[in-house]
């Protein structure tokens, strides 16, 4: 059995949008797994792996961190069900996957911070607290977030741009099915859709139904997911 270690906040939501790529991948790929939740301050739970951070898997003999790793580990391990089907699925997925990473995870984290650090266990605030005080400049996660949320909202949805074209002409980024690209995007909206109760998207936009069709995937996992 696969063991999958996976951040957990309050009332065990589950909201790593790296930790939803590999159970994504997970799916796809028809596995089940063993989920250990992983508080941040909990990282001798993974030490292990030598990570600091999740998704880390235990299959069998093999250690992997990272998602990127996990999906690349996934398909070389078991031949079915592809997340890959070739060289140039790859290289797309591996291009999206990045631009998750660079742009819309960063234009999100401002607008949904402060409900993030409301719904972290109260033994990891303060970690939360210095880490992403860091980041921001603040540990007043609730005003520099109604600051960021005056254009914060519209920039987000400005930086969907790509994923909106290609949608208006698509169920998925993928096409007819989902793949490795979609599970990367939708990673980042059940991040927010667990930590945060904010409204993202308008309800005429591509994104918007993608989306909903994204929560729905593998019997609904997404949508059974504990939210904000």
């Known amino acids: 059995m696969i063991t999958l270690y996976d951040l957990v906040l309050q009332d065990d939501r589950r909201p790593s949008p790296y930790c939803w790529r590999a159970k994504f991948a997970l799916k796809h790929k028809g596995l089940s797994w063993r989920d250990e939740p992983v508080g941040f301050t ?31 580990h996934l398909d070389g391990a078991y031949a079915e069900k592809p997340l890959f089907k070739s060289e140039m699925a790859l290289s797309y997925a591996h291009f999206i996957a990045g631009w998750v990473d660079t742009a819309v995870q960063p234009s999100l984290f401002p607008i949904v911070v402060g409900d993030l650090y409301e719904r972290v266990r109260p033994v990891d605030q303060p970690y939360f607290q210095e880490s992403r005080g860091k980041r921001l400049g603040t540990t007043d996660f609730a005003s520099f977030q109604a600051t960021a949320r005056d254009k914060g909202v ?9 994923a909106r074209r290609v949608l208006k002409e698509q169920p998925f980024l993928c096409g007819e099915h989902p793949a490795y690209p979609d599970y990367a995007l939708a990673g980042a909206f059940l991040w927010a859709r667990i930590g945060s109760p904010l409204t993202l998207l308008e309800a005429d936009d591509p994104v918007h139904a993608w989306r909903e069709r994204m929560l729905d995937l593998f019997d609904g996992m997404g949508r059974k997911a504990k939210t904000a």
């Open 42 to 72: 909990e990282k001798q739970k993974i030490a292990f792996a030598q990570s600091q951070t999740v998704p880390v898997i235990h299959d069998g003999a093999n250690v992997v961190k990272d998602s990127w790793a996990i999906a690349r």
């Open 154 to 162: 519209t920039a987000f949805r400005a930086v969907l741009e790509p």
